[in-house]
């Protein structure tokens, strides 16, 4: 599924969308390049989820849990990790295979430790239609029946 994004709020309102029907257990993969929204979107999800409280990129902490939601989210930035054996020492186990919902940012670095059921979310810049311009781009995983529409 793609939709089109052209403002900063409608970004938030597809992760929004997903973020009311995501289903316990869901890893979401976010990709894109640096200032392409992809925090954006996750504050979406937090608030579809019914967290209210301030959400911003773990990237020094490579996690962040918010838990006062209908499920817990683990927002994962690890643009940082080397190598995807420093997962292990965070315990990512855990929260990948847990009953929350982990969202993981530059997940391409740690693909080997994806599961295949995970959902992707691309989202990409094309100035020809504006600055603010998004596409944004939805592959629901195996496991899960969620959609945006």
């Given at each position: ?14 992760g ?15 990709d ?34 918010y ?17 995807p ?13 847990g ?29 020809d ?18 959609s945006?529409?």
């Open positions: 599924m793609t939709v089109e994004s052209f403002s900063a709020e409608e970004t938030f309102r597809y929004q969308l997903l973020g009311e029907k995501v289903p316990a257990g869901s890893v979401i993969c976010l894109g390049d640096l200032g392409v929204g992809k925090t954006v979107f996750v504050k979406g999800v937090a608030r579809g989820l019914g967290i209210t409280e301030p959400v911003s990129s773990p990237t020094f902490t490579i996690v962040q849990e838990r006062e939601g209908r499920i817990p989210l683990y927002h994962f930035d690890v643009y940082r990790i080397d190598d054996d420093e997962m292990y020492e965070i315990g990512y186990e855990e929260y990948f295979f009953d929350g919902v982990c969202l993981v940012e530059w997940a391409d670095r740690i693909r080997e430790l994806i599961p295949a059921e995970a959902t992707r979310v691309r989202i990409e810049k094309d100035l239609k504006g600055l603010s311009y998004r596409r944004i781009t939805i592959e629901f995983g195996g496991n899960s029946e969620t945006c529409d």
